[in-house]
């Protein structure tokens, strides 16, 4: 069945750039999402890419697809300590009719001051 | 415009109790989610509902687990009785489809259920 891969942990120093990585293995997905989790709350989508696009830059953030390798990364431009959270990879599940995501187990960023 | 309204935040029950959540969606969101989140875990989708019918509740428990969704805006989801395994983070998500969606969820900040 389809599976989404990510790294768990990652720490960066304060204005650095971060990259957290994702890999999938549905190749007709054809939107990718990275979501947010501050602690204690829900979960706030960042940003989407559709799956005829390359890249995709909002503000701080870059998103970078790889449809041959089936990779899916987000950099975050000079890190700041209120990016401290856990960021989901997800992709849209194209068996039958779902409306649904699937989802990884999140990679925890770091910030370090 | 309001977000995504759940409550309780925390719960705290003895095993074997029954517990309640309740989720508000956003006003014209058609689709609502109900998610489980264990710790250092992604959420786990446990039943779709658009507008007032349950279109996936394939992972659901059934023998314990129950929602509803009256009208099609409010939804409640149950667990009679409660077991250790169900302490998690009950999260609720709506999104609005029409015909063409980029599948954008919003999620409520969750409950978090401590079963003891």
């Known amino acids: 069945g389809e599976d989404v891969e990510q790294s768990l942990f990652l720490s960066v120093r304060e204005g650095d750039s971060s990259v957290i990585n994702c890999t999938y293995t549905d190749s007709s997905s054809t939107y990718l999402y990275w979501y947010k989790q501050e602690p204690g709350a829900g979960l706030q989508l960042l940003t989407y890419i559709f799956s005829n696009m390359d890249m995709k830059q909002d503000q701080r953030l870059t998103v970078l697809l790889n449809k041959k390798d089936k990779h899916l990364s987000l950099r975050i431009a000079d890190t700041q300590t209120g990016d401290s959270a856990i960021y989901f990879c997800?992709?849209?599940?194209?068996?039958?009719?779902?409306?649904?995501?699937?989802w990884g187990l999140g990679t925890s960023l770091a910030v370090n001051p | 415009e309001a977000g995504v309204v759940q409550s309780p935040r925390y719960k705290i029950i003895e095993k074997k109790q029954p517990v309640a959540f309740w989720c508000n969606p956003i006003?014209?969101?058609?689709?609502l989610y109900w998610y489980r989140q264990n710790l250092g875990q992604g959420p786990e989708l446990l039943i779709r509902y658009e507008n007032e019918e349950a279109v996936d509740d394939s992972q659901l428990p059934k023998d314990r687990f129950s929602a509803e969704r009256l009208k099609g805006v409010d939804s409640t989801l149950k667990i009679q009785p409660a077991e250790l395994g169900d302490s998690a983070v009950y999260l609720c998500?709506?999104?609005?489809?029409?015909?063409?969606?980029?599948?954008?969820?919003?999620f409520g900040p969750g409950t978090r259920l401590t079963v003891t």
């Open positions: 998500a709506s999104s609005f489809w029409e015909g063409v969606e980029t599948y954008e969820q919003y």
């Open positions: 997800a992709e849209k599940d194209n068996a039958g009719n779902n409306r649904k995501l699937i």
């Open positions: 006003s014209g969101h058609n689709t």
